[in-house]
């Protein structure tokens, strides 16, 4: 099966920034989108934004439109969020996911079958 592994959360101060990273163990994903998705303790979990591989059609969440950036690199297989002007509404885990149902929307985690382990971003005020 596909391996996910993120890495590169913290313990920030809100207005900081961080970039997290998906390591992926296959080379091609060919028309998947990848996703990233948070939760928060007691909360479900949300769609912050998504990546098709191939092309680099992006799509963002409402909540981070303006402040995250979705990008990845062919060679390393791996996915970036780079999250800026951080919020405390931003602390949760993070995790990176690939889309394998395409009959759901593409916020609907039911919609990616392929998940990491997350990563703990935590934003002070």
């Known amino acids: 099966q596909v391996q996910l592994v993120e890495s590169g959360g913290g313990l920030v101060q809100a207005g900081d920034s961080l970039r997290l990273s998906c390591a992926a163990s296959?080379?091609?994903?060919?028309?998947?989108?990848l996703g990233w998705f948070r939760q928060a303790p007691g909360k479900e979990r949300e769609f912050v934004g998504s990546?098709?591989?191939?092309?680099?059609?992006?799509y963002y969440a409402d909540s981070v439109k303006g402040r995250f950036t979705i990008s990845r690199d062919y060679a390393k297989t791996t996915m970036y969020l780079q999250m800026n002007s951080l919020k405390p509404e931003d602390t949760a885990v993070y995790y990176c996911?690939?889309?394998?149902?395409?009959?759901?929307?593409?916020?609907?985690?039911?919609?990616?079958?392929?998940w990491g382990q997350g990563t703990q971003v935590t934003v002070s005020s």
């Open positions: 996911a690939v889309r394998t149902t395409l009959s759901l929307r593409i916020w609907n985690p039911s919609a990616y079958g392929y």
């Open positions: 296959v080379r091609t994903f060919s028309g998947y989108a």
């Open positions: 990546i098709k591989w191939s092309d680099e059609n992006t």
